[in-house]
């Protein structure tokens, strides 16, 4: 018989079983849910409501439990439904009436609640601690080529020269929200449920804040109801870890395009890409397409845990159970993604000569033209339209702006001097934006050093 078949008749279908079942996929909780009932019978011990001797064998015996499937000796069965009613069902077996005492003032459903936020607490640690590694890695990469002048675009039209690492920095703010989203998540997750019972709270005197602080939770929930059907902390988990796949996502399709023979900005290192069955000569960027495409995954998930709570009146309802595969898959496909995308990008060979001519195409310097007018009085929308019809007047004859005589230039406007040629250099335009938060070298060199304190601070 069931743990709570004292009310029916009859035993549930096998396909009921089955289909009921949660073990398949919360089997992985089974460290998390020992250590919430190895306190909660430690309280219960200390609160007089079990006895110390039944409290103490209890929790003796959850430690050897909890050693034992770590050692693979456990199999956990299905007609037990789920982890907590398996790890239950063990400690029964073993110390009889004694284990019949440990769900003594709390359900499932607080226990459920327990389990999930104090595993995913460790997994958002785990992913963090990931994360951190891909932001020092793209700071190296922006070391590395701090000053490597390419072309920056909008529209993927190119617009003004930047810098490489300039480039890679905005990658690393991005990430950054990130990693602050991770912990502010988490400052949300890290309160304890426990004491709620099945949605009403309960009459026995346990004392839960003991059991929070045992269990390296910041506070206790402060009401029952919220507490048992509350899976926030999950959505705002899945939507975070979402956006940190869309970061991935946009990082990887720039390698995407830069590593193509039209841009050649970088090539990807072999031991990150794949051939063709087919055509000898393909070296195809497959990581990173496979890392843009798992992106759609973690979205599905976010859909799915927001579907499942959008009408679900309170407190607990089964519905709920569906949280956890979307959870777990969304935790396990960034686990899987950060570490080859982090060493993907490591071993990137990237390529500043190509980056370089490619910046002096498509009249990248053209605003620095109109600036150059503007510095000598005239009104920008005038010095817009005037180097308008120069762009226009290069793209006829098929040069460079560079390449205008100065008989060109004063066609155009009899301001403009000799010192135009040193004003629209590549260099000249990135070494121009200087302010703070600017593509200059100078400043890039600041934002990158700012990075790496703030990494040996964020711990």
């Not at 810098?163 to 890679?168: A, I, K, L, R, S």
Request: charged share 25%; hydrophobic share 40%; proline share 3%.
């Amino acid at each position: 018989m069931k743990l709570w078949g004292g009310r029916f008749g009859k035993d549930t279908d096998a396909l009921v079983d089955d289909f009921n079942s949660s073990i398949r996929f919360d089997a992985r909780m089974y460290r998390q849910d020992i250590l919430g009932s190895i306190a909660h019978s430690a309280m219960l011990g200390r609160c007089g409501v079990i006895s110390q001797a039944d409290a103490n064998l209890i929790g003796k015996t959850l430690k050897q439990i909890l050693q034992d499937i770590d050692d693979g000796k456990i199999e956990f069965k299905v007609d037990a439904e789920d982890i907590h009613m398996n790890i239950e069902t063990i400690l029964i077996e073993r110390i009889g009436d004694v284990g019949k005492r440990l769900h003594t003032g709390r359900s499932r459903n607080d226990q459920v609640a327990l389990d999930i936020r104090m595993y995913l607490r460790d997994e958002t640690d785990s992913i963090s601690d990931m994360l951190q590694d891909t932001m020092r890695t793209v700071l190296d990469l922006a070391d590395q080529h701090s000053g490597a002048i390419m072309p920056g675009y909008t529209h993927l039209q190119k617009a003004q020269p930047v810098t490489f690492g300039h480039h890679m920095m905005a990658y690393f703010e991005m990430l950054k929200r990130d990693l602050e989203r991770l912990f502010d998540c988490r400052k949300r997750m890290n309160v304890m449920p426990l004491g709620a019972g099945a949605l009403a709270g309960t009459t026995y005197p346990l004392d839960r804040e003991s059991v929070a602080r045992e269990l390296g939770f910041d506070s206790v929930t402060h009401n029952s109801m919220d507490s048992v059907s509350d899976r926030d902390f999950i959505i705002e988990l899945i939507s975070c870890l979402s956006i940190l796949m869309m970061h991935l996502s946009r990082f990887c399709e720039e390698l995407i395009l830069w590593s193509s023979n039209e841009f050649s900005f970088v090539e990807m290192d072999d031991s990150y890409s794949t051939g063709s069955s087919i055509m000898p000569q393909k070296k195809n960027p497959d990581v990173a397409e496979l890392i843009r495409g798992k992106t759609g995954r973690v979205y599905g998930s976010l859909m799915t845990i927001l579907t499942v709570m959008k009408s679900l009146p309170l407190a607990y309802n089964k519905d709920m159970q569906e949280d956890k595969e979307a959870v777990f898959d969304s935790v396990d496909t960034v686990k899987l993604c950060l570490p080859v995308f982090t060493n993907m990008i490591r071993t990137v060979t990237v390529r500043e000569d190509n980056m370089l001519a490619g910046a002096k195409g498509g009249f990248t310097n053209a605003t620095d033209v109109a600036d150059y007018l503007v510095k000598k009085g005239v009104p920008f929308r005038e010095s817009h339209a005037i180097v308008g019809k120069m762009v226009a007047m290069a793209i006829e004859r098929n040069q460079a702006l560079d390449d205008f005589t100065m008989e060109d230039f004063h066609a155009c406007s009899p301001l403009i001097e000799p010192d135009i040629y040193e004003a629209i250099s590549m260099q000249a335009c990135v070494d121009g934006r200087k302010l703070t938060g600017g593509t200059a070298p100078a400043c890039v060199r600041r934002e990158i050093e700012a990075g790496y304190k703030y990494l040996k601070q964020v711990k």
